[in-house]
């Protein structure tokens, strides 16, 4: 449901602003450690709320974590955990300075604010005044305001290449004015980098100088953030900068290594571009927590603070671990309300690498949990118990429910097991356990913990709408309930079917169907073709050779060159600087099982364990489905051919790195010989991620070529 800027809100607005204005000497200073008890703080409230962060390092949920409470601006708790660098043992230090990615957008909102009550723009001005690309189509239409709500109809993301492409942030802009909108400006919300970064590229134009020169002169400076930097070049010590990782609980991959790697981010986004340490960026709460004011300067007006605060959206289905409060979206800000009540209880940001920040006027509170595990949930799980310590303080509640907690997860391994999905013949769910977390998975959807209900016994809650309710009227479970917001669906415990063929006698019918045995032994195997890939189907020509062993893949569009090589058990990809680099983890392992004489079976010289597991009917045909798992990557299931073994379906979870483990759907058609193999001419993989769509290949051209001393070089160590 869209939330107008209505009379409600802004009469709401009169009753926080007074709060705002109490402690306006305080914006750009330091914050003093003292003890909670002389703010009226329980000690044991913030002993637990440390605990419980260390607990997250140590159950895998984070890779490195630092958290910062400040209240009264007097800092009662301020602690890092776990590893900058997992890999080097390099403990994080506390103030190290993080990616802050989506958190720069308030940064962006507040320099537009500037030029608001300056007088140099406005509110409802036109986008193409400033910017001339966006003279045309729907983008005229295009207000200051809709993007600074989001209104704009411009998707997520805008970039469909790498962002060394990009010069300048005035480019980025140019790429989001020929970008298909998604609706008609004004008539919905649509969370938009591009969006913020076209109020980027607002603020150069009219400041008549870089975005970043503009943020540092007229808001770090004034605040002192003196350890915040719009570019990772301008970071003195790169050490300061943890690595980061993708993935999830227990599945942490380094998509980027500090200091060694070149930034991921060339040039300064308004959208995600910030670094800095949690005591800088509580600098800059305080700033808006304070009315606008530093020292005895007014940075922001009254009114700047009252249009940026106002709601503009609801943000319909996110979830929040705040009870009783729902979320809207303001000016490049997050905020939440109780049900009944228009004025923000708390505003803040959060950041798609695990950056976290709540600030709470009328308690005059700060609380900032920073990680740089990116796909980890632990900071809206982390709300609650935030509320619970140190909002209502009410610790006895706290100790309750964690012994529960504790109590319930002492007795998982009874839930591990696969459970046969009733509703889809080819479908199942993987429960595990690790680490004493239970983990729930589908291949080819999801792979989650699942947080057990101190409650009732055998309900797990996965993700914010979907639960597991086991049955356990017999141990162990025969079946489990799953229900998310739309349906229930009811999940048999696996038994394997009676009379199936052998795994042995399986991959030897999929050898026969490819002849990949043979591959090489005329020489190289060329394949030509063209991919699409994302939900604007950029289009990229593709080449690979394959030889028994090894495999070049290459990929070439108007916006990029990218190269995977694999070795036998050995690979290396193209990175986010363009050269060719040595992969490991669940990355190397993705790309040496797909070489075709793994893929089609030869199994057992990669997975440690294969199995039929049952056989079924689909659409005519007699389907073998088969499971594959080996350490280090999530199962994967191949839907094969009874008759003819070609492998006509996988489902799997694929490591994406800078985004996690997606669900991936894989089809296989079009099946044509050549050099002695069959292979499939037509691949198509849906992804569980609408951002990122679907990836068609289709093969034009196949033929034999001669082996080249040139191909399947791998980079020195």
């Keep these: 449901m869209i939330v107008s800027q209505c009379l409600n809100s802004r009469i709401a607005f009169a009753f926080i602003l007074p709060l705002l204005l109490l402690a306006r000497s305080h914006a750009g200073e330091s914050f003093p450690k003292t003890e909670p008890s002389k703010l009226g703080l329980s000690e044991r409230a913030i002993e637990l709320l440390d605990e419980h962060i260390a607990y997250l390092v140590k159950s895998q949920e984070i890779v490195g974590g630092e958290i910062h409470v400040i209240k009264d601006r007097q800092t009662v708790l301020h602690n890092s955990y776990g590893w900058s660098d997992r890999e080097t043992a390099t403990p994080l230090k506390t103030d190290s300075i993080f990616c802050v990615r989506s958190m720069t957008k308030p940064l962006a909102g507040t320099a537009i604010q500037i030029l608001l009550d300056e007088g140099k723009i406005q509110i409802d001005q036109p986008v193409a005044e400033i910017l001339p690309s966006f003279d045309q189509g729907q983008h005229k239409e295009i207000t200051i305001g809709h993007l600074l709500h989001h209104r704009s109809g411009l998707p997520f993301t805008i970039f469909d290449g790498p962002l060394g492409d990009y010069d300048s942030i005035l480019q980025v802009a140019q790429k989001a004015a020929k970008t298909e909108l998604s609706f008609t400006p004004g008539s919905s919300f649509q969370y938009s980098d591009g969006g913020t970064d076209t109020l980027g590229a607002i603020v150069q134009k009219v400041a008549g100088q870089p975005l970043e020169a503009f943020i540092r002169e007229r808001v770090l400076e004034p605040l002192k953030m003196d350890n915040a930097y719009t570019l990772l070049s301008k970071v003195p010590n790169r050490k300061d900068v943890p690595s980061a990782y993708s993935g999830g609980v227990g599945n942490w991959e380094k998509h980027w290594s500090s200091p060694s790697d070149d930034p991921i981010l060339p040039i300064f986004l308004a959208s995600q571009g910030l670094y800095c340490t949690t005591s800088d960026y509580a600098k800059f709460l305080t700033l808006w927590m304070d009315g606008g004011e530093v020292g005895s300067a007014d940075l922001l007006s009254d009114r700047a603070l009252e249009r940026a605060l106002e709601p503009g959206s609801t943000l319909a289905g996110y979830p929040t671990g705040f009870p009783n409060l729902r979320m809207t979206y303001g000016q490049q800000w997050m905020l939440y309300h109780e049900a009944d009540a228009g004025s923000p209880k708390i505003f803040g940001h959060n950041g798609s690498d695990g950056t976290y920040a709540w600030a709470w006027p009328q308690e005059d509170m700060i609380v900032l949990f920073f990680t740089q595990s990116r796909g980890s949930a632990s900071g809206m799980e982390l709300e609650p118990t935030i509320q619970q310590l140190l909002i209502e303080q009410d610790v006895e509640a706290y100790t309750q429910a964690l012994a529960n907690r504790q109590k319930t997860q002492m007795d998982l391994a009874k839930y591990v097991g696969i459970y046969w999905d009733e509703d889809v013949a080819t479908d199942y769910y993987v429960v595990s356990l690790q680490d004493n977390q239970l983990y729930f998975e589908r291949p080819g959807k999801f792979r989650a913990v699942g947080k057990p209900n101190s409650e009732v016994e055998g309900l797990f809650q996965v993700g914010s709408t979907l639960r597991y309710q086991f049955d356990l009227e017999q141990m162990p479970p025969a079946a489990v309930l ?234 020195t160590q």
Excluded: C
Excluded at 544 to 559: A, I
Excluded at 611 to 616: E, N
Excluded at 630 to 640: D, E, H, V
């Design 482 to 715: 799953m229900t998310t917001s739309t349906r229930t669906e009811r999940q048999q415990r696996f038994e394997p079917d009676k009379n199936l063929p052998s795994i042995e006698k399986v991959a030897a019918l999929v050898r026969n169907a490819y002849g990949v045995d043979r591959l090489g032994e005329a020489g190289l195997l060329l394949l030509n073709g063209k991919m699409k890939s994302g939900p604007l189907g950029m289009t990229s020509s593709i080449q690979q050779w394959l030889d028994g062993r090894r495999s070049e893949f290459r990929l070439k569009s108007w916006t990029t060159n990218a190269a995977v090589i694999t070795n036998g058990s050995d690979a290396a990809a193209t990175n986010s600087s363009g050269k060719l680099a040595r992969i490991d983890g669940a990355a190397r392992l993705q790309e040496v099982a797909a070489h075709p004489t793994i893929q089609y079976g030869g199994w057992s010289d990669f997975y440690e364990k294969v199995y039929v597991m049952r056989q079924v009917k689909r659409d005519d045909q007699s389907l073998l489905v088969v499971r594959a798992e080996t350490k280090g990557l999530s199962g994967k299931t191949m839907l094969i051919n009874a008759e003819s073994g070609r492998i006509i379906e996988e489902h799997s979870l694929q490591f994406v790195p800078g985004v996690g483990y997606l669900g991936a759907q894989t089809t296989y058609s079009e099946f044509r010989q050549t050099g002695g193999i069959t292979l499939p001419f037509h691949l198509e993989t849906k992804l569980s991620s609408a951002l990122l769509g679907s990836v068609i290949i289709d093969i034009e051209s196949a033929e034999v070529v001669e082996d080249s001393k040139e191909r399947f070089l791998l980079p």
